[in-house]
């Protein structure tokens, strides 16, 4: 087997400090505009909109309806609202860890590898168990797919999500929390001056006042998600003292539909199929539609990421325009500055090179018979989901066990379990194979961070050493299925 020889992380250093500084004591906090990627399905496959939430990293749920302040260990939260969350109370909005919002699972750990609705289901019932079998006690909170509490369970795994983030004082959160908790939490939704981007610029501005504001011209009147995003972009910008950042979370790779860009109203005429109607109905409109897009709407959060991926970007920014007109100390800063960039990023150079290093590796496979055709595992996780029996641990990790020939494999599918001694070794190699191609064949947006992936490479590289140690094959017992049931032919 190809030796997978390109550098690996040991300690993913993104996570690491990520997780780090959540866990630390600090003398600031955190808020920031959460905008989820659009899902395409029903009303957002038109307007492509997207959900847009808050980050607080400094507020927690005391239940899913009151806040408090959390406690050192704990990473903050996510507040959203829906057009209808389902529960029995009806309220507007819910609160939830940020890492069940992100994973599913308070342990950034224990998330999903991959992700499918099978997986997403269990990880919502078990939320429901453990956080909010008071408030959701109705059949139609309890089994209902409607009831959108679901979306804040592992959001991750329906879409990519983008983080606008700057500091917060103590002062100011205490001031929310007193705020919100006077606040009756009833739902008074209206998708057109009470949406979820109204929810959050109320939010926002209650922090910052004026900081995010509705775009009249490019959402018709409305208040979309990207447009707050954008809005408090630019303030943030003008404020350097407020350590702008933005966080990148990509959508876990697996069987559900991938997440599309989010658009404002100007730029989904612009650029989707709505624009051949206007060509024939709209004549007229048209120009004001392309212009008032092009001047004024123009937004690209992953662009965005990029330039503000840096642990303390808007300080090393206000340093360089502090210098401006002084070569000497603008060039060493600027290059600094994109080396961190880049780590955080990764280079088109770097990325190139792991996607190289893995055909090697899968034509290594298929000339020894692991894995006979380069393109199945483009199948592996809808074989896997459908053959598999799923189960979440007290922790949240997950198990998937498939019964072959009248013996049962099991494999974790978490982080934290996937290379685990009860893991079946050949199934977790071919697993995080999979993963990694996916990633690897994403655009910029669909995939997750370069520090991130170096964490999946030396997971696949620590699979190969234990398949090697042990002299196996790498041919998962899903093979033997795929190989012996006619139900599930090679394509």
């Given at each position: 087997?190809?030796k997978r020889t390109l550098a690996a992380i040991p300690l993913p250093l993104f996570l690491a400090v990520f997780l780090a500084c959540l ?469």
């Open positions: 087997m190809v866990a630390c004591p600090r003398t600031y906090g955190d808020v920031g505009v959460v905008l989820n990627e659009s899902m395409d399905t029903s009303l957002d496959r038109i307007t492509g909109t997207g959900h847009a939430a808050v980050y607080l990293s400094r507020i927690c749920p005391d239940t899913p309806l009151k806040l408090r302040v959390c406690r050192p260990d704990e990473p903050g939260s996510v507040i959203s609202n829906y057009i209808n969350i389902g529960e029995d109370e009806s309220p507007e909005w819910n609160i939830v860890p940020l890492n069940i919002y992100l994973y599913g699972a308070e342990d950034p750990q224990n998330r999903p590898i991959f992700g499918s609705y099978k997986i997403k289901r269990v990880l919502e019932d078990r939320y429901r168990v453990k956080y909010l079998a008071a408030y959701c006690q109705g059949p139609s909170c309890i089994n209902s797919d409607k009831a959108e509490w679901r979306e804040m369970v592992g959001a991750t795994l329906l879409r990519s999500v983008y983080i606008f983030v700057v500091d917060t004082t103590p002062e100011q959160d205490l001031r929310f929390i007193a705020e919100f908790n006077a606040l009756p939490n009833k739902n008074h939704f209206n998708g057109i001056t009470r949406n979820c981007a109204d929810f959050t610029q109320h939010i926002i501005n209650t922090y910052f006042p004026g900081a995010t504001h509705t775009d009249y011209l490019n959402d018709f009147g409305m208040t979309s998600p990207k447009a707050v995003a954008r809005t408090f972009t630019r303030y943030a910008e003008r404020h350097p003292e407020a350590h702008f950042r933005v966080l990148h979370f990509a959508q876990v790779p697996g069987t559900i539909k991938r997440s599309r860009e989010c658009r404002a109203g100007t730029e989904q005429l612009y650029r989707s199929k709505l624009i051949v109607p206007m060509l024939i109905f709209g004549n007229h409109e048209l120009p004001f539609v392309v212009a008032s897009y092009l001047l004024t709407g123009r937004f690209n959060p992953q662009h965005t990421f990029e330039q503000y991926a840096s642990v303390e970007p808007a300080l090393a920014n206000s340093k360089i325009r502090f210098a401006k007109g002084d070569h000497t100390r603008t060039a060493p800063l600027e290059t600094d500055e994109n080396e961190k960039r880049a780590s955080i990023v990764g280079t088109s150079k770097e990325w190139k090179e792991y996607r190289t290093a893995l055909h090697s590796i899968l034509e290594e496979n298929a000339r020894e018979q692991t894995i006979p055709h380069l393109n199945e595992l483009n199948h592996f996780f809808k074989h896997l989901d459908a053959e598999g029996t799923l189960t979440a641990d007290a922790n949240g990790a997950l198990w998937m066990d498939i019964p072959v020939g009248g013996e049962v494999f099991r494999v974790g599918l978490s982080a934290s379990n996937v290379l685990a001694s009860e893991s079946d070794a050949n199934l977790a190699d071919e697993l995080i194979l999979a993963r990694a191609q996916d990633e690897l064949k994403s655009p910029k947006h669909r995939r997750e961070t370069m520090t991130e992936f170096r964490q999946d490479w030396a997971v696949l590289q620590a699979a190969s050493a234990i398949l090697e140690a042990n002299a196996l094959q790498a041919a998962s017992p899903l093979r033997q299925i795929r190989q012996e049931n006619v139900k599930l032919p090679l394509r």
